[in-house]
Structures are given as C-alpha cells and as structure tokens.
C-alpha cells in the first residue's frame, strides 16, 4: 500500500498531557497538509509543508501545537498540554506540487479525557 | 474569503434512485473544486475534481458533477444509488491564486440509503 499512512490510529490521553502523531505521505509527493476534523464538521486547514519548510500555519494552531516535517519525508504534529477541545480526528494529506491533488490518510482520532 | 456551502446536512435515497448532493462555494474567481467521500471512521477518498475545461467532469464510482460558473454551484450526482455509496460527502474549494493548494472544506453532507 503505497497510500498516506497515520499512526497511531487512535489516541486516548487525559487532559494535560502531550501527544505526536505521526504522518508517511506518499513517497514521491513534496507537499504535506495536516487537517483537523470535528464531530460533524468538515476538515479544517491547520498546517502545510512543502519538502521541509513549514510554509503557513493556520490560525486554530495555537502554541501548544508544533509541526515538523524533518527531512521533507514523515511529518508529526505534537499537541502539548492537551485540552478536552483538541478532541478531533487529525488527517494528513499529501500532494505533488503540480498536481494540486491532496490524497488523505485514514487519520488519528484523539479522545482527551 | 472563500467559503463553501453543504446545505443539505442528511439525505436519505433509496438504492437504485438517483441522488444529488449540492455544493454552494463564494471565490472572486474559479477555484479549484473538488468532491472526497468519507466512510466512517476513515479518511477521505477522492471522487472528482474540476480545474478547467469541461464542466460537467467524471469521477469514480459512477459519480460525476456539473461546475456551473453563474450559480456559483458544484453539485455531485449519481443515477442510481448503491448501498455502498452510504458514506459522507465533502466538498472543497483550493484557491487558484494559492500557490500553497490548501482546502477548504464544506461541512458535508450524510447519505443513508435504503433497501
């Protein structure tokens, strides 16, 4: 399966710990997108890569939240402190820069108790 | 500020009827337009996109969509309805002047279907 691959699939924290999430893109693809999705809402944009350059955070980024794509391969997303408001499904997504078509990972689901 | 509109919440279709789904999206040009559906708890799998050219585009799984510049829409359809097509559907705008190709999300809409 060459697609984006998550881990872990689901994350049970208590409130005031740190979380990583990890995402693989697909091998090829140079740009990378983390999404956050809540209960009955559509993804919304939190963070985008291109190689190793984080080049724009979203605004719902707070500063518990950090980024990293090292080596312009894997990427993780880290929550510090986690609130009960960070519960959410997180989904990476990978493209080609001329392609401008994002492919999606099957995403982390974060329960803070 | 782009923005999209999903204004149907849940859609209940029997399998075998044909289904649409609307999509509204506010851009002060052509965006970027594009269709994913989403099984629960999995991510999101892309069924069409429209960049340029044709506006009525084909997807998988049967589905296709029709880009109408002076509605503003970019509605989904199918003419006949599998059980598996049960999932939620999204619609996404990327700005075409947005180098980055960031999405923007409606917040979908939920199909049942049936027997």
């Known amino acids: 399966d060459t697609g984006v691959s998550q881990d872990p699939r689901h994350k049970i924290t208590k409130r005031g710990q740190n979380v990583t999430f990890r995402c693989d893109p697909i091998s090829e693809h140079n740009r990378l997108y983390w999404y956050r999705q809540t209960l009955g809402q559509g993804p919304e944009f939190l963070t985008y890569?291109?190689?190793?350059?984080?080049?724009?955070k979203s605004r719902l980024l707070s500063d518990r939240f950090s980024a990293e794509r090292p080596k312009g391969s894997f990427s993780t997303l880290e929550i510090q402190r986690t609130e009960q408001g960070d519960s959410a499904m997180y989904l990476c997504?990978?493209?080609?820069?001329?392609?401008?078509?994002?492919?999606f990972g099957a995403g982390t689901r974060l329960s803070v108790l | 500020a782009q923005s999209v509109t999903q204004p149907d919440i849940h859609i209940t279709v029997s399998e075998g009827a044909s289904l649409e789904l609307r999509c509204n999206y506010s851009?002060?040009?052509?965006?970027?337009l594009f269709w994913y559906v989403q099984s629960p708890g999995q991510g999101l799998q892309l069924l069409l996109k429209?960049?340029?050219?044709?506006?009525l585009v084909q997807g998988i799984k049967g589905f296709e969509a029709e880009f109408k510049r002076s509605q503003s829409s970019f509605n989904l359809r199918k003419p006949s309805v599998h059980w598996s097509d049960a999932a939620e559907y999204f619609c996404?705008?990327?700005?075409?002047?947005?180098?980055?190709?960031?999405?923007?999300f409606g917040a979908g809409t939920q199909v049942v279907v049936t027997p």
């Open positions: 851009y002060g040009a052509t965006p970027y």
């Open positions: 997504a990978s493209s080609l820069q001329q392609k401008n078509i994002q492919y």
């Open positions: 996404a705008v990327g700005a075409t002047t947005d180098s980055w190709g960031k999405l923007q």
């Open positions: 429209y960049f340029s050219g044709d506006t």
């Open positions: 890569f291109q190689n190793e350059a984080q080049l724009e």
